[in-house]
């Protein structure tokens, strides 16, 4: 093994991995493992994170499965018991599950406000700290938590009580950055844009307009994969980044990079298109 694959080399390490069972949560998940490290698996529907674990299994990796519900401090506690039990340590957080809403800022009631910042604040916050308590006893640990573009940037369509938590998430980083990091744990968030997952792509199905008004502020002209996350799932996971704390990482297709007003290089056609036709 070279240095540089030394670097990315997971083996004998644990990570823990909310969602498990579809989407950037499964891919996180096998990414760590094809690396090396044993996974538990967290998601609600349990059969989705068992068949996961099943993959994981086949690579020779160890798992634990469990159906916690993330936005509960008191399961979550009592998950990190079993992983005290079954693995003895923590090495990776994948913080990636939780369910948002959409309303409008004018109709919102105050107890759904509520039931968004319980799953996507507190659950998270919850998660890292049952994590980085164990990783601060054994002197490191990488935590990666998921945000959104939504974080630093407005969406609209409803997306207030979701914006709002995913803001707090990117501070929330920031902070355990700043106390942890001196003591071993590293602390990032990634925030995408629309990655296609079961869910998105029922809203599309829903509103066939949806993905042409996604794809205009996306410059590489595609919307995400799940896969799209599994470099930097590893890489944030591995002693390949053991300088890079407290950031706060777009996995956006140049979305955030792009001014509002342009126009991305796989649209430039059909505004030519458009400016011949007009000019007959």
């Known amino acids: 093994m070279n240095a540089i694959t030394t670097l990315f080399d997971l083996s004998g390490r644990v990570a823990v991995v909310s969602g498990a069972a579809q989407g950037m949560g499964q891919a996180t998940a096998i990414a760590v493992a094809q690396a090396g490290a044993d996974v538990v698996l967290i998601d ?3 059969a989705g994170a068992q068949s996961t674990a099943a993959e994981i299994e086949a690579l020779g990796r160890k798992t634990l499965c469990a159906a916690t519900d993330v936005s509960n401090p008191a399961a979550i506690a009592g998950l990190f018991r079993q992983v ?3 693995f003895g340590r923590v090495d990776f957080l994948g913080n990636i599950a ?8 004018e109709e919102i009631t105050i107890a759904e406000m509520q ?12 998660m890292c700290q049952e994590a980085g308590r164990r990783m601060l006893a054994q002197g490191r640990g990488s935590i990666m938590n998921i945000g959104s573009l939504a974080s630093i940037t407005a969406l609209g369509r409803g997306h207030i009580a979701y914006s709002t938590a995913m803001g707090a998430v990117v501070q929330m980083t920031r902070e355990l950055s ?5 003591r071993g744990v590293r602390v990032n968030a990634v925030l995408p844009a629309q990655v296609l ?3 998105l792509a029922a809203r599309m199905q829903q509103d066939p307009t949806l993905e042409e008004r996604f794809l205009k502020g996306i410059a590489i002209g595609r919307l995400g994969k799940p896969a799209d ?15 890079i704390t407290g950031a706060i990482i777009p996995m956006d297709g140049g979305n955030l990079a792009m001014n509002a007003g342009a126009t991305p290089g796989h ?3 059909m505004v030519q298109s458009f400016r011949a036709e007009q000019q007959k």
């Open 197 to 199: 997952n079961p869910s």
């Open 44 to 46: 609600r529907n349990l």
């Open 84 to 86: 005290d039990e079954t």
């Open 229 to 243: 996350i599994m470099g930097l799932a590893v890489l944030l996971a591995s002693d390949a980044s053991s300088w």
């Open 178 to 182: 700043t106390e942890w990091s001196h």
């Open 267 to 269: 649209l430039q056609g």
């Open 98 to 105: 939780g369910d948002g809403l959409l309303a409008r800022p």
């Open 115 to 126: 039931q968004v910042l319980q799953n996507l604040v507190i659950g998270r916050f919850a």
